[in-house]
């Protein structure tokens, strides 16, 4: 029960973070946001993977939260050094 209360609220927490990388504005902005959005998933890929009891899925979480973001950071670094 409470487990599928947590699974609604990340559910919805999900929509923050695309209604703001869906806006316009700046990369570094936008590209936060989806490293905002890619961590919320991994989050709830665990709670998932708990609840099924798979250790698969909760292993890619843990690699998505282990991994996914370093790419973007440095992509972010990448770009903001190019602007100057």
Do not use: C, F, Y
Request: charged share 10%; net charge positive; glycine share 10%.
């Amino acid at each position: 029960m409470i487990l599928n209360l947590l699974v609604a609220v990340l559910v919805v927490g999900l929509l923050i973070p695309i209604l703001a990388a869906t806006r316009p504005g700046p990369i570094g902005e936008q590209l936060a946001a989806w490293a905002s959005l890619s961590t919320k998933a991994a989050v709830l890929m665990l709670v998932v993977g708990v609840q099924r009891a798979d250790p698969m899925l909760v292993q890619v979480g843990v690699t998505v939260l282990a991994v996914g973001n370093g790419g973007l950071v440095l992509l972010v670094r990448l770009l903001r050094e190019d602007s100057r």
